[in-house]
């Protein structure tokens, strides 16, 4: 399997970060950055990343069973993530989901079928204090309300 | 940068004075305001006269348990022959809290000094900055500065001219409340599954990579530099005995300015909610406070007029835990927010304990089949004994984190439970009124 030069030279850099013998621990980071080239976390895409830490693909595999960020599924290429906690529900957070859900006709954790949007209820992300909020890829939104939300929205689709 | 909420006149700036400033992440605006002086004033004392000044200062940790944090750092065994560590926990996922994220994105230098002194006091060489996956873009931030402090002598070998050596490194985490639990984050850390450790050994004895390791929060770090300068008794007197020094606070919920601001350990919880908080929005009357994250039980409106500090928070059966106030209005349905809680939780669960992972589960089943207006009387005991039983029979504190808010919506709030069940014409019959 090949990855970018970029990418290869972040997962060079990376091994270098932890104690001698401990390069395991590059495991997770290499998993989050080749996820954003690769588009999902394959079963290549574990072997290889196994092979160049010493790990077996089952010692990857469940560390990537554990994280709610690491998906084995590809995601849509826009990836929208509304937060559903209390600070939000509190300001309207369940609604626009709902409103999202709708408007995509999508349900948690689905991705259209041309692959371009998907959707996930998330929990609290952070950004309490301007809630409701929501998540496009890495991409914070604050506050934003259903009218917003279509905008956001539409804007994706082009 | 952009500030995501108006500062309040009635805020006391000690840590988060730079937010706001024109490029207040870069390595020029930081040492125009003050940056890497205490880590100078640091290098010219020993390592136990840091200690001294933290212990003095009364700080104590924000990441939610709220340990002295100059206890902790006495801890760390400095004669031992292993390497030391300096963790930071950014992994800032408790429901209602949203400061670390600012102080990162608005101050990183801040937290790289924090770290440095840390590193000094304890004969650490090496550092993580554990930020949770979602924030992504800290992760860039927070690489600029590290990089800016290498380049300026702040980081690396023979830091300001002196042989003092320090490597600091950023590591993503990728989506799990649970590696904000120190043991589990090492874990995480070290590449496997957040999956707590038993205690003891704690992590200032066998932390990351079975080494000595300093772990704190990001808000705890980011404070010691503050100290060192003002003099730790200076900082202590800010707040109230046994709560030293300032904190953020994060107000969200029903509020007409939710936002994060400073405000002195003591600062009168009513004061914060009406003065800087503006008042509960849309003129309504408040029902209750969450004022330490969502694992911290809820304050019913009348039990609000107390001081924010650790000991009076305690007394009135809450945590001040990390900062996440939420604020709530009358119209707010109790049954909802108890359901809305134990749903994160029970997906949070790492599962490696059945009190934990069986309570939360069941605890969810039974706390939706109420607010879906299928409950029984009986329901709602057994919810709060279930809770209740949880408490300290779990491997690590997110057990009690589920338990805690649970057991006092349910006793605080028992009558909008009851009300869910006589609206359920299957009720048990104590209940449903024969006329
Ligand atoms: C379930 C759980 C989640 C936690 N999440 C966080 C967190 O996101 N950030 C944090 O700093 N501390 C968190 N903590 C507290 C840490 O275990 C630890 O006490 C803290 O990071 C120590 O730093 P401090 O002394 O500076 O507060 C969490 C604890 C538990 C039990
Ligand atoms: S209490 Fe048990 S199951 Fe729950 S998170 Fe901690 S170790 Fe995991
Ligand atoms: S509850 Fe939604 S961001 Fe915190």
Redesign the interface.
């Given at each position: 399997m090949t990855f970018s030069p970029e990418l290869e030279a972040k997962f060079a850099d990376l091994v270098t970060?932890?104690?001698e013998g401990?390069q395991?621990?590059?495991?997770?980071?290499m998993?989050?950055?080749g996820q954003e080239e690769v588009g999902s976390i394959t079963p290549e895409f574990m072997e290889e990343v196994a092979k160049r830490?010493g790990l077996n693909t089952m010692q990857v595999d469940?560390?990537v069973?554990?994280?709610?960020?690491?998906h084995k599924k590809g995601m849509g290429k826009y990836h929208v993530q509304v937060c559903?906690?209390?600070?939000c529900?509190?300001?309207g957070g369940a609604e626009l989901y709902d409103h999202a859900c709708h408007k995509l006709g999508l349900g948690h954790k689905e991705v259209s079928a041309d692959g371009v949007i998907s959707l996930e209820e998330v929990?609290?992300?952070?950004?309490?204090?301007?809630?409701p909020a929501i998540?496009v890829n890495?991409?914070?939104h604050?506050e934003v309300t259903t009218e917003q939300l279509d905008t956001i929205l539409e804007g994706l689709k082009k | 940068m952009k500030l995501f909420n108006e500062p309040s006149p009635l805020e006391t700036k000690i840590i988060s004075f730079r937010f706001g400033l024109e490029n207040s992440a870069s390595i020029d605006t930081y040492l125009a305001h003050d940056g890497y002086k205490a880590l100078r004033k640091a290098l010219e004392i020993s390592p136990d006269d840091i200690i001294n000044e933290l212990k003095a200062s009364n700080l104590r940790g924000r990441g939610g348990a709220g340990f002295p944090t100059g206890m902790k750092w006495s801890f760390v065994p400095r004669a031992s022959e292993k390497p030391k560590y300096i963790v930071v926990n950014a992994d800032e996922s408790e429901p209602g809290t949203c400061k670390d994220r600012l102080l990162i994105q608005h101050d990183p230098h801040q937290l790289i000094e924090g770290c440095l002194i840390g590193a000094l006091a304890v004969g650490a060489k090496k550092g993580w900055i554990y930020i949770r996956g979602e924030y992504n873009y800290l992760i860039h931030i927070m690489d600029k500065a590290i990089a800016e402090a290498y380049k300026n002598g702040y980081l690396g070998k023979n830091i300001c001219g002196t042989d003092f050596e320090f490597d600091l490194y950023t590591h993503t985490g990728a989506g799990a409340y649970e590696c904000g639990e120190e043991s589990a984050l090492l874990e995480s850390l070290e590449g496997k599954r957040g999956v707590p450790r038993i205690r003891p050994p704690f992590p200032a004895i066998s932390g990351a990579f079975q080494s000595p390791t300093l772990l704190n929060n990001v808000e705890t770090f980011s404070s010691v530099p503050a100290i060192l300068r003002m003099g730790g008794q200076a900082y202590a007197d800010l707040g109230v005995p046994r709560s030293g020094g300032t904190r953020l606070v994060c107000m969200s919920g029903h509020v007409n300015k939710p936002g994060v601001y400073e405000v002195p350990l003591g600062f009168p919880l009513m004061k914060f909610v009406n003065e800087i908080g503006g008042g509960v929005w849309k003129g309504r009357a408040l029902k209750a406070i969450i004022p330490g994250g969502s694992s911290s039980p809820l304050l019913k409106a009348e039990e609000c007029d107390i001081p924010m500090d650790y000991d009076s928070i305690a007394k009135a059966g809450s945590m001040l835990g990390s900062g996440g106030l939420m604020v709530m209005d009358e119209t707010t349905d109790m049954v909802k927010v108890a359901l809305r809680i134990m749903r994160f939780y029970q997906h949070e669960s790492c599962g490696w304990c059945i009190p934990c992972r069986e309570g939360t589960t069941w605890l969810k089943k039974m706390l939706q089949r109420v607010s879906d207006g299928h409950g029984q009387t009986r329901d709602i005991d057994l919810i709060g004994d279930l809770a209740q039983n949880m408490m300290g029979r779990t491997f690590c504190p997110l057990g009690d984190a589920a338990a805690m808010p649970t057991i006092a919506i349910v006793k605080k709030y028992r009558n909008e439970f009851e009300e869910y069940v006589a609206r359920n014409p299957f009720a048990s019959p104590e209940l449903v009124s024969i006329a």
């Amino acid at each position: 399997m090949t990855f970018s030069p970029e990418l290869e030279a972040k997962f060079a850099d990376l091994v270098t970060h932890y104690p001698e013998g401990r390069q395991r621990a590059a495991l997770i980071p290499m998993l989050m950055f080749g996820q954003e080239e690769v588009g999902s976390i394959t079963p290549e895409f574990m072997e290889e990343v196994a092979k160049r830490l010493g790990l077996n693909t089952m010692q990857v595999d469940e560390v990537v069973g554990y994280y709610s960020m690491l998906h084995k599924k590809g995601m849509g290429k826009y990836h929208v993530q509304v937060c559903t906690n209390v600070a939000c529900m509190l300001r309207g957070g369940a609604e626009l989901y709902d409103h999202a859900c709708h408007k995509l006709g999508l349900g948690h954790k689905e991705v259209s079928a041309d692959g371009v949007i998907s959707l996930e209820e998330v929990e609290c992300m952070g950004a309490c204090s301007w809630a409701p909020a929501i998540q496009v890829n890495y991409d914070f939104h604050h506050e934003v309300t259903t009218e917003q939300l279509d905008t956001i929205l539409e804007g994706l689709k082009k | 940068m952009k500030l995501f909420n108006e500062p309040s006149p009635l805020e006391t700036k000690i840590i988060s004075f730079r937010f706001g400033l024109e490029n207040s992440a870069s390595i020029d605006t930081y040492l125009a305001h003050d940056g890497y002086k205490a880590l100078r004033k640091a290098l010219e004392i020993s390592p136990d006269d840091i200690i001294n000044e933290l212990k003095a200062s009364n700080l104590r940790g924000r990441g939610g348990a709220g340990f002295p944090t100059g206890m902790k750092w006495s801890f760390v065994p400095r004669a031992s022959e292993k390497p030391k560590y300096i963790v930071v926990n950014a992994d800032e996922s408790e429901p209602g809290t949203c400061k670390d994220r600012l102080l990162i994105q608005h101050d990183p230098h801040q937290l790289i000094e924090g770290c440095l002194i840390g590193a000094l006091a304890v004969g650490a060489k090496k550092g993580w900055i554990y930020i949770r996956g979602e924030y992504n873009y800290l992760i860039h931030i927070m690489d600029k500065a590290i990089a800016e402090a290498y380049k300026n002598g702040y980081l690396g070998k023979n830091i300001c001219g002196t042989d003092f050596e320090f490597d600091l490194y950023t590591h993503t985490g990728a989506g799990a409340y649970e590696c904000g639990e120190e043991s589990a984050l090492l874990e995480s850390l070290e590449g496997k599954r957040g999956v707590p450790r038993i205690r003891p050994p704690f992590p200032a004895i066998s932390g990351a990579f079975q080494s000595p390791t300093l772990l704190n929060n990001v808000e705890t770090f980011s404070s010691v530099p503050a100290i060192l300068r003002m003099g730790g008794q200076a900082y202590a007197d800010l707040g109230v005995p046994r709560s030293g020094g300032t904190r953020l606070v994060c107000m969200s919920g029903h509020v007409n300015k939710p936002g994060v601001y400073e405000v002195p350990l003591g600062f009168p919880l009513m004061k914060f909610v009406n003065e800087i908080g503006g008042g509960v929005w849309k003129g309504r009357a408040l029902k209750a406070i969450i004022p330490g994250g969502s694992s911290s039980p809820l304050l019913k409106a009348e039990e609000c007029d107390i001081p924010m500090d650790y000991d009076s928070i305690a007394k009135a059966g809450s945590m001040l835990g990390s900062g996440g106030l939420m604020v709530m209005d009358e119209t707010t349905d109790m049954v909802k927010v108890a359901l809305r809680i134990m749903r994160f939780y029970q997906h949070e669960s790492c599962g490696w304990c059945i009190p934990c992972r069986e309570g939360t589960t069941w605890l969810k089943k039974m706390l939706q089949r109420v607010s879906d207006g299928h409950g029984q009387t009986r329901d709602i005991d057994l919810i709060g004994d279930l809770a209740q039983n949880m408490m300290g029979r779990t491997f690590c504190p997110l057990g009690d984190a589920a338990a805690m808010p649970t057991i006092a919506i349910v006793k605080k709030y028992r009558n909008e439970f009851e009300e869910y069940v006589a609206r359920n014409p299957f009720a048990s019959p104590e209940l449903v009124s024969i006329a």
